[in-house]
């Protein structure tokens, strides 16, 4: 079993969101991410609701690089920050957290006031 990573971040409300990320074995090597899945959600803090979804897309599957991404529609919604993680699944469907941590809300100044 793997412990997931801890990476909080920090969500503009408004703006489009992107966060690279990249999937490293013990040695540091990107791992070819052929045939693998990546999903990831922010939730409330009690876990009954989801706040948004993230899309995600693979940036360079051969080295493990892949972007998860919230519209400025999205995240224009969001009105509370939450908690979230980013589940991979391996092709013979076994699954694993990759990172977790919270996700936290900046409403911004310029767009709101």
Known sequence: ??????????????ATYNLD?????????????TGFTVESKIVDQSYSSVIATF??????ITTGK???K???TI????????LYDV????????KFFLVEGR???NPGITGVL
């Open 1 to 14: 079993m793997r412990d997931p990573g801890v990476l909080d971040i920090t969500i503009h409300q408004g």
């Open 21 to 33: 990320l990249q999937y490293l074995d013990s040695t540091g090597t990107g791992v070819d991410m």
């Open 55 to 60: 899309t995600s897309s693979f940036t360079d």
């Open 66 to 68: 892949f972007n998860l």
């Open 70 to 72: 919230l519209s400025s």
């Open 75 to 82: 995240t224009a919604g969001i009105t509370v920050g939450g």
């Open 87 to 94: 589940l991979i699944t391996e092709p013979g469907g076994e």
């Open 103 to 105: 996700a936290v809300l």
